[in-house]
């Protein structure tokens, strides 16, 4: 008998379900608060750029492999402006098709069959994909309610003689956790004793409404082990762009960015012109998206509550988790696929983020990145339903 037609280390991903739930939100006419992406662009000045580039012929055809050297030196302007960070742009910073590329490659570059990836669940979809594509074994440490915070002696004690590498994500998706600064600088605590990498995503780090966004490569022994990615999507709601980067020593770039040549090889060439130009933006823009995202995250949070929802409040991101336990629900997976024709409403079941599928089992996601009408109106919908 012939085998499977797929690579068995990608047996059982299928489609993801921000693809399934989102082509339910286009079938039932529901209000998507599912797949994280924005109802509104981004700044009218940025997206003129990018306009503005491809009319004058900037990014049409092929740019360099490594970027376009605006949008480099832009993001190592970022990196110093918010973090102190020093980088050489030529070396040090290579651009990719936005943050999920730069996961993949970074894994896929870093990481051998057999080794052992240690990411704290619940993560990211394409994190179990990237891992299973190099052939790694990916080890959860679980983050747990109320408030999601990393187990450090449950990370120290999942480190073995065949881990290759920490996977850390704050702010974090889906639970909205920051991790504070005493806890970052006690994994990289751990990742210097036990000689490990961090690959790092930070694509939420200007979305932080309680404490602050501090980057693990700020820790004593931790440049020459990171290997930083963010993205422009989340920052300036142009998730459509595609534009992410890394950040590293020319050792760590140099091997993902010998992976993502023959991925992408390139893109979004006038893009990157655009996002180099976003990145300049004064600090009030990053202020403003922030208190606007708060005032949502409010909003969605209260609205939830009076419905009857248990709510764990998100410090970042923009990603609320519920919990429908408190509604006689007990299975997030049907209580998701029925939301759009029993509400009108998308939602993301948490336990696809979990190998540990009983620890969020109850658990729902919500996108709250909407105009505020249209967060009114998905809890009018959900309200009629369970009130």
Request: aromatic share 10%; glycine share 10%.
């Amino acid at each position: 008998m012939r085998r499977p037609l797929l690579n068995r280390r990608l047996a059982g991903l299928g489609t993801t379900i921000f693809a399934e739930m989102s082509a339910r939100a286009v079938a039932t006419g529901s209000i998507n608060l599912g797949q994280g992406f924005p109802d509104s662009d981004g700044p009218q000045e940025i997206a003129q750029a990018a306009a503005e580039a491809i009319l004058k012929g900037r990014g049409n055809q092929y740019p360099p492999g490594p970027g376009v050297p605006e949008l480099r030196d832009a993001i190592v302007a970022h990196q110093q402006r918010f973090y102190g960070l020093s980088y050489d742009p030529a070396t040090e910073v290579l651009v990719t098709a936005g943050a999920t590329e730069a996961v993949a490659a970074t894994l896929l570059a870093l990481v051998e069959p057999g080794d052992e990836v240690i990411a704290f669940e619940p993560y990211y979809d394409s994190y179990a994909a990237n891992i299973a594509m190099a052939g790694g074994t990916r080890v959860p440490v679980t983050l747990r309610p109320p408030d999601f915070r990393p187990d450090l002696d449950r990370l120290s004690d999942a480190i073995t003689e065949r881990t290759r590498l920490i996977l850390l994500n704050t702010p974090h998706n889906p639970t909205g956790a920051v991790f504070t600064k005493p806890e970052l600088e006690a994994i990289a605590k751990i990742a210097v004793e036990r000689d490990l990498l961090v690959v790092t995503d930070e694509v939420y780090e200007h979305l932080v409404y309680h404490g602050e966004h501090t980057p693990i490569v700020q820790f004593p022994g931790m440049r020459e082990r990171t290997v930083s990615i963010s993205s422009a999507g989340k920052t300036f709601s142009f998730t459509g762009w595609k534009i992410g980067w890394i950040t590293g020593t020319p050792e760590l770039v140099t091997a993902v960015k010998t992976v993502k040549q023959f991925l992408t090889f390139v893109s979004g060439g006038p893009f990157q012109y655009a996002i180099a130009q976003a990145l300049a933006l004064p600090d009030s823009y990053y202020r403003q998206l922030r208190d606007d995202l708060q005032q949502k995250r409010d909003l969605m949070a209260a609205g939830l509550r009076e419905i009857g929802f248990g709510v764990y409040e998100p410090a970042g991101t923009y990603f609320i988790t519920a919990d429908i336990a408190a509604l006689g629900e007990h299975d997030g997976v049907g209580f998701c696929r029925t939301l759009p024709d029993r509400a009108g409403v998308v939602a993301i079941p948490s336990a696809v983020f979990y190998d540990d599928k009983e620890a969020g089992r109850t658990h729902v996601r919500f996108a709250f990145c909407k105009r505020k009408a249209v967060l009114g109106e998905a809890l009018t919908r959900l309200g009629k339903v369970f009130t």
